[in-house]
């Protein structure tokens, strides 16, 4: 059973219009496809939607979801980014304006207490070293920290289904300024699970890094999803697609990670609900 439920389309960044990506999920054998376009944000940015494309978002996906009805499940989602110090529009306002099934939070740029700039954390690597002097004062543990308080405030205050790339700080990285293996950063993570299992939220396994050849593993790593079965924190997989040839992109691995990681079940998205289904009921092919 393959499904994607963070994907873009051309209302954002992806590259492909919302009946493209249904045909390729049909044809790819998709269960179900929810479509999570980057959110209006406020300030300009090229890969999120513009507010005024926001209805007709709405639109396109209702008459999609009617067309294929019966052979395709389609969701309406938005990839909505937190950002603190009031930066971000409240999560609800999405809801209630694009009527999405679910909500998935995630932080592409990190508020500074000190300056007012934003620390765009994805993209070119320039951008992360930019702004870790900028907003940090090349701190780069501050800025780090900075990053997972901000998820942590985005789980307590926006209440998002599902988190999209939670480890995504690392990246960049590279190993060049810091190592996933030092105290101060497990402890950050730990802190921030610890937020999430007090919570409803799922963490999503997104394997876009991998088949993009940005990072060797999946957001988050293996240690991460480890913690997270440990925790009783809902899992799913995300393959992130920006293009309908990226539908199904890394999917068995992940799912195949996440059953190594001691987990027996996967969150699903069905009948307006996130439920837990077992993984061998998802894919038959799981190796013991
Ligand atoms: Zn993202
Ligand atoms: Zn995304």
Request: proline share 3%; glycine share 6%; with cysteine.
């Amino acid at each position: 059973m393959y499904f994607s439920y963070h994907t873009h389309s051309t209302f954002c960044d992806g590259k492909a219009s919302v009946e493209d990506v249904c045909q390729s999920a049909l044809a790819a054998g998709l269960k179900a496809v929810g479509f999570s376009s980057h959110a209006p944000v406020m300030f300009p940015a090229q890969w999120a939607m513009p507010f005024e494309r926001l209805e007709a978002y709405v639109e396109e996906i209702e008459r999609c979801r009617n067309k294929y009805a019966g052979k395709l499940d389609i969701y309406r989602s938005l990839e909505t980014d937190f950002i603190a110090n009031d930066r971000s529009i409240p999560f609800d306002v999405y809801r209630r304006l694009a009527k999405l099934d679910y909500i998935i939070g995630s932080v592409h740029l990190v508020a500074s207490r000190d300056t007012n700039e934003l620390w765009f954390l994805d993209g070119p690597a320039e951008n992360y070293e930019k702004g870790v002097t900028n907003c940090f004062s090349g701190n780069i543990q501050k800025a780090v920290t900075a990053y997972y308080k901000q998820i942590q405030e985005m789980v307590i205050s926006q209440n998002p289904d599902v988190i999209a790339h939670i480890d995504k700080v690392i990246m960049n990285n590279k190993g060049r300024y810091f190592s996933g293996e030092e105290q101060w950063y497990k402890d950050i993570v730990e802190e921030t699970l610890q937020a999430v299992a007090k919570s409803d939220a799922i963490i999503e396994v997104n394997t876009r890094g991998i088949y993009r050849g940005k990072y060797h593993t999946w957001f988050p790593c293996k240690e991460i999803i480890q913690r997270c079965v440990e925790l009783d924190i809902p899992l799913t997989v995300s393959v992130d697609a920006h293009h309908p040839d990226e539908l199904r992109a890394g999917f068995d691995e992940a799912l195949q990670a996440i059953f190594n990681a001691g987990a027996q079940v996967i969150s699903i998205f069905e009948g307006g609900l996130w439920k837990q289904k077992a993984l061998r009921d998802v894919m038959s092919k799981i190796k013991e």
